[in-house]
């Protein structure tokens, strides 16, 4: 029942609230769409440039697919209070993760969530990085992957959003944000290997699309 | 025929429709006939102009207030596509805020009908104001780069669109009762008409290249169709729609077809200049805003304002 209510307030959210901002506001220029599906059990990984980003990338969903979606955000930031944990967690769709070290595993309740068979949004690069500058991915994600071996990465590139709300500010200036969908990864249980090959994904994405970086 | 609508901008509006009839006929003829062509664009291209003159009709048919938020929207949506593909520095970003500030300011002047401000606002004041906001954010590296492409912007999006609404406030008069919806009606079927006009007779028949450089599918071919096509829409048009004499709807059928190419060649050059070849994708087989609006926006203010100097 409880689950139900969450669902419904997701969607009146994302479909009432999140998207028709974000679509008037920013618009996206998304390709390659028919990748993006929750299939179970899955990773999304997306480059992070912007408090925007979880929020965009949970709207490209479907909305009878957000209930199978999650995304992974800083629990410092995102649970200030109880009131807005409740609210990121429930209707957000967040699972907030302890950049701090207080955990013994910090991204255990991503592994939890696969376990139950979410799709997981993730950002390997860790917090945002200078805006549109792509950070050294990190290696959290594979340590996920050891966990679920069968689980396939989605890369997800985004360019814009950096520019329309960067790190630090407070003021939203609207820019068309370019989105790049980019073909499964699965893991042969090479850390290093499926970081190259996430990387290099991640360079192709952006490659394919017209990026107009500050000068 | 005139008898059947009260209102001649219905009866315009009703030619647009059967026109566009007649062409999802044409694209499902194609289909049919030549099952292994691919139209896909094509249909796109069709399926867009339905939702195109869908809203139109819905703003132009409303309420003067909802056709002027309607021209916002388009300017505010062009010029979000024009800053997302022009070079510009991150010391621009909150410069950039202020200049989207101008386009609710802008419309609230065209709503108004404050003639005055509203043709002098961006080319004096915003012209003043926005190199000194740049100053503000100190970095003079890029500073002139900056200033003329975004000044630029809000003249082509801002300033130049919205002088399509504008022509909304041209009152309706016992000998013309369309008013200012039918002049905004007659300037963009004359516009958009041009540009399929030389689309079509440019395919059908263009050989020789005007501007290669710039645009290598533009031909003369397909310019002169496009004026003469034009010229006849005028000619068809003018007499409910607008207060024109027939001589001086020869001259703007031919005159919009002549801007309307000069203003599709220079959206060219700007995108040959930034290596892109659609501005956005907002609208499908269309590519963006800017790419379909690159034509009207040059053209309305000097259709603007030569009615305005000969008919109010």
Same mark, same amino acid.
Request: charged share 15%; aromatic share 12%; glycine share 8%.
């Given at each position: 029942?409880?689950?139900?209510?969450?669902?419904?307030?997701?969607?009146?959210?994302?479909?009432?609230?999140?998207?028709? *901002?974000?679509?008037?506001?920013?618009?996206?220029?998304?390709?390659?769409?028919?990748?993006?599906?929750?299939?179970?059990?899955?990773?999304?990984?997306?480059?992070?440039?912007?408090?925007?980003?979880?929020?965009?990338?949970?709207?490209?969903?479907?909305?009878?697919?957000?209930?199978?979606?999650?995304?992974?955000?800083?629990?410092?930031?995102?649970?200030?209070?109880?009131?807005?944990?409740?609210?990121?967690?429930?209707?957000?769709?967040?699972?907030?993760?302890?950049?701090?070290?207080?955990?013994?595993?910090?991204?255990?309740?991503? *592994?939890?969530?696969?376990?139950?068979?979410?799709?997981? *949004?993730?950002?390997?690069?860790?917090?945002?990085?200078?805006?549109?500058?792509?950070?050294?991915?990190?290696?959290?994600?594979?340590?996920?992957?050891?966990?679920?071996?069968?689980?396939?990465?989605?890369?997800?590139?985004?360019?814009?959003?950096?520019?329309?709300?960067?790190?630090?500010?407070?003021?939203?200036?609207?820019?068309?944000?370019?989105?790049?969908?980019?073909?499964?990864?699965?893991?042969?249980?090479?850390?290093?290997?499926?970081?190259?090959?996430?990387?290099?994904?991640?360079?192709?994405?952006?490659?394919?699309?017209?990026?107009?970086?500050?000068? | 025929?005139?008898?059947?609508?009260?209102?001649?901008?219905?009866?315009? /509006?009703?030619?647009?429709?059967?026109?566009?009839?007649?062409?999802?006929?044409?694209?499902?003829?194609?289909?049919?006939?030549?099952?292994?062509?691919?139209?896909?664009?094509?249909?796109?291209? #069709?399926?867009?102009?339905?939702?195109?003159?869908?809203?139109?009709?819905?703003? /132009?048919?409303?309420?003067?207030?909802?056709?002027?938020?309607?021209?916002?929207?388009?300017?505010?949506?062009?010029?979000?596509?024009?800053?997302?593909?022009?070079?510009?520095?991150?010391?621009?970003?909150?410069?950039?805020?202020?200049?989207?500030?101008? @386009?609710? @300011?802008?419309?609230?002047?065209?709503?108004?009908?404050?003639?005055?401000?509203?043709?002098?606002?961006?080319?004096?004041?915003?012209?003043?104001? /926005?190199?000194?906001?740049?100053?503000?954010?100190?970095?003079?590296?890029?500073?002139?780069?900056?200033?003329?492409?975004?000044?630029?912007?809000?003249?082509?999006?801002?300033?130049?669109?919205?002088?399509?609404?504008?022509?909304?406030?041209?009152?309706?008069?016992?000998?013309? #009762?369309?008013?200012?919806?039918?002049?905004?009606?007659?300037?963009?079927?004359?516009?958009?008409?041009?540009?399929?006009?030389?689309?079509?007779?440019?395919?059908?028949?263009?050989?020789?290249?005007?501007?290669?450089?710039?645009?290598?599918?533009?031909?003369?071919?397909?310019?002169?169709?496009?004026?003469?096509?034009?010229?006849?829409?005028?000619?068809?048009?003018?007499?409910?729609?607008?207060?024109?004499?027939?001589?001086?709807?020869?001259?703007?059928?031919?005159?919009?077809?002549?801007?309307?190419?000069?203003?599709?060649?220079?959206?060219?050059?700007?995108?040959?200049?930034?290596? @892109?070849?659609?501005?956005?994708?907002?609208?499908?087989?269309?590519?963006?805003?800017?790419?379909? @609006?690159?034509?009207?926006?040059?053209?309305?203010?000097?259709?603007?304002?030569?009615?305005?100097?000969?008919?109010?």
């Amino acid at each position: 029942m409880e689950q139900k209510i969450h669902n419904i307030l997701r969607w009146f959210f994302y479909g009432v609230v999140v998207r028709p *901002i974000l679509l008037l506001i920013l618009g996206f220029n998304a390709r390659h769409m028919e990748r993006l599906k929750p299939r179970g059990a899955h990773l999304i990984a997306a480059n992070h440039n912007s408090h925007l980003d979880a929020m965009v990338l949970m709207s490209l969903f479907k909305l009878c697919d957000l209930p199978k979606v999650k995304v992974v955000a800083a629990k410092d930031y995102f649970c200030r209070t109880p009131l807005m944990a409740w609210f990121s967690i429930n209707v957000i769709g967040v699972i907030p993760i302890d950049r701090q070290g207080g955990a013994d595993n910090p991204i255990q309740p991503v *592994i939890d969530a696969l376990e139950e068979g979410y799709t997981v *949004i993730i950002f390997p690069e860790g917090s945002r990085g200078d805006p549109e500058q792509q950070a050294p991915l990190k290696y959290g994600v594979t340590k996920v992957l050891e966990a679920h071996p069968d689980v396939q990465i989605t890369p997800v590139y985004m360019h814009g959003l950096g520019k329309a709300l960067p790190r630090g500010e407070a003021l939203l200036v609207p820019f068309v944000c370019e989105i790049n969908i980019g073909e499964p990864i699965t893991w042969h249980g090479d850390r290093a290997k499926l970081i190259d090959s996430l990387a290099a994904s991640f360079a192709h994405l952006k490659s394919e699309m017209e990026v107009k970086p500050w000068q | 025929m005139i008898r059947f609508f009260d209102n001649p901008v219905h009866l315009g /509006l009703a030619i647009v429709i059967g026109l566009l009839m007649a062409a999802s006929f044409i694209v499902f003829l194609l289909q049919k006939l030549n099952q292994n062509g691919d139209y896909k664009e094509l249909s796109d291209r #069709v399926k867009s102009w339905w939702v195109m003159v869908g809203v139109f009709s819905i703003a /132009l048919l409303s309420s003067p207030v909802i056709s002027v938020i309607f021209f916002g929207l388009i300017s505010f949506l062009a010029f979000k596509e024009y800053i997302s593909v022009i070079p510009l520095r991150k010391a621009d970003r909150r410069v950039l805020f202020w200049a989207y500030l101008t @386009i609710p @300011i802008q419309y609230v002047l065209v709503a108004s009908n404050q003639y005055g401000l509203f043709i002098v606002f961006i080319p004096v004041w915003v012209f003043f104001l /926005l190199p000194f906001r740049l100053i503000l954010a100190k970095q003079t590296d890029g500073f002139l780069q900056s200033v003329s492409a975004i000044s630029w912007g809000l003249m082509i999006t801002v300033f130049a669109v919205s002088h399509a609404a504008m022509l909304m406030q041209f009152p309706v008069t016992k000998d013309h #009762v369309a008013g200012g919806a039918g002049l905004i009606l007659f300037l963009a079927i004359l516009n958009q008409g041009n540009d399929v006009a030389q689309y079509v007779w440019g395919k059908l028949l263009g050989k020789n290249k005007i501007v290669p450089d710039v645009s290598p599918n533009k031909t003369w071919e397909g310019f002169l169709g496009g004026v003469g096509t034009t010229m006849v829409m005028s000619v068809l048009l003018y007499s409910f729609l607008t207060p024109f004499s027939f001589i001086f709807a020869l001259f703007i059928g031919a005159m919009l077809a002549l801007t309307g190419f000069i203003g599709d060649v220079t959206f060219s050059a700007m995108k040959r200049d930034l290596k @892109i070849k659609d501005a956005g994708a907002l609208i499908p087989g269309h590519g963006g805003i800017l790419d379909r @609006i690159d034509s009207l926006s040059l053209s309305a203010p000097l259709f603007f304002h030569i009615v305005r100097f000969f008919y109010y």
